[in-house]
């Protein structure tokens, strides 16, 4: 008897924690700038990683909200929103400044276990100088925050290293390297200098200032 109540607990406990991992409860709903919506949620939803939904919702987990980075954090998050409202410019500037294209997964890549991001689900797979595919790719522990960007070389179909290339005209040191879309709301939230960001502030002061 004292089994099957032990049993049953664990069960719950489990069941509870599967629950909490995926759940999101939203707390506030705060109206903000450019007819945007801050939607304010519990920190187990995707983690506490804030993120955007459509075109007019940013996700806030309230850590990221009760966060002193929280103003970098919303300016990073209303890069995102441009990028959707104004989605063929953005992938016209990655085209011909960047040298980005977007491509469809190479079929030998299909069963590895690709980290999703709503911010990038448009057009989630970008080919850099017709060669390099950059792909956050879930570790062992198949947390968001834990995955690890690697770098296919679609030619030689393998996996390498950075291209020097791409450091050199990006940064060394970004954080979010898997996209685009995360490339430049982390340079337009803490203003850097490369080729790269140089290009990126011109197309921004032309279409938003
Ligand atoms: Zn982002």
Redesign the pocket.
């Known amino acids: 008897m004292k089994f099957v109540l032990l049993a049953v607990l664990f069960i719950l406990i489990l069941a509870y924690m599967l629950y909490s991992k995926s759940d999101c409860a939203v707390l506030e709903r705060i109206p903000y700038k450019d007819g945007t919506t801050i939607t304010i949620v519990n920190d187990s939803c995707s983690e506490g990683l804030p993120h955007t939904t459509n075109a007019h919702t940013i996700i806030m987990p309230l850590g990221a909200w009760n966060s002193t980075r929280r103003e970098e954090t919303l300016r ?1 998050e209303l890069v ?1 929103i441009r990028q959707r409202r104004d989605s063929a410019l953005w992938f016209e500037f990655y085209r011909t400044e960047w040298n980005y294209e977007p491509i469809a997964l190479p079929p030998e890549l299909v069963s590895i276990q690709i980290r999703p991001n709503p ?1 990038t689900a448009d057009k989630p797979y970008m080919l850099w100088r017709n060669k390099w595919l950059f792909l956050p790719i879930y570790r062992e522990d198949h947390s968001l925050k834990n995955a690890i960007v690697r770098v296919y070389d679609i030619h030689e179909r393998r996996f390498t290293e950075v291209p020097p290339e791409w450091t050199a005209f990006f940064l060394p040191r970004l954080h ?1 390297i898997e996209h685009p879309h ?1 490339i430049s ?1 982390e340079l337009l939230t803490s203003r850097r200098i490369c080729d790269a960001s140089s290009k990126l502030y011109a197309f921004f002061d032309k279409n938003y200032n």
Do not use: I, K, R, V
Request: glycine residues 0%; aromatic residues 0%; hydrophobic residues 15%.
């Open positions: 990073h995102h911010d979010q995360e709301a």
